[in-house]
């Protein structure tokens, strides 16, 4: 049996729209690719109709996956979180003790998660370490480059 898959609604609404995209906008594409390659005749020395083909097959794994991860999906909706720990969804401000730099991030689904938006999953080694702490604890989280301290000083759900 296949486990549930946390995700925000802004996370699950994504992945529905990908899914419309691939199956309204791709994949008609893609068929009509194959159709234009196939016209140019002998398929066996044919790179168009072998590109369309590899891409056609990109696509259709890529419908299957999400259509998994949408039927699985366990929509958590932040604002609705009423809690003083941190947990899946938490929007949480962190003092690096050693930089002296504050940084934020939100603790999201693994298909959500963007270092650059401040969005870090909750299957990572930072977003693991800080699940279950409070404002004004202390965690050590190991990064590639050794242990970073972080001070929580700000969490929220919204």
């Known amino acids: 049996m296949s486990s549930q898959i946390p995700m925000t609604r802004a996370g699950y609404e994504r992945l529905q729209e990908e899914l419309k995209h ?13 159709a234009e390659a196939r016209s140019h005749g002998d398929l066996s020395e044919n790179a168009e109709y072998e590109a369309a083909k590899d891409r056609q097959a990109f696509i259709e794994g890529r419908i299957q996956e ?5 039927a699985r ?6 604002a609705q979180i009423d809690s003083d720990k941190i ?11 050693e930089t002296e ?5 939100q603790i999201v689904g693994e298909d959500e998660a963007d270092i650059k938006e401040g969005k870090i ?4 080694p930072v977003g693991k370490a800080l699940i279950g702490h409070r404002v004004d604890d202390e965690v050590q989280i190991r ?5 970073k301290v972080y001070e929580i000083t700000d969490i929220r759900y919204e």
């Open 22 to 34: 691939l199956i309204r906008v791709e994949r008609p594409r893609v068929v009509d690719a194959i």
């Open 73 to 78: 999906a366990q929509v958590i909706d932040p």
């Open 87 to 97: 947990v899946f969804g938490a929007t949480v401000t962190l003092f690096d003790t």
């Open 101 to 105: 730099v504050e940084v934020t991030y």
């Open 143 to 147: 990064v590639p480059s050794g242990v």
């Open 121 to 124: 999953s909750v299957t990572s």
């Open 66 to 70: 999400l259509n998994d991860k949408i």
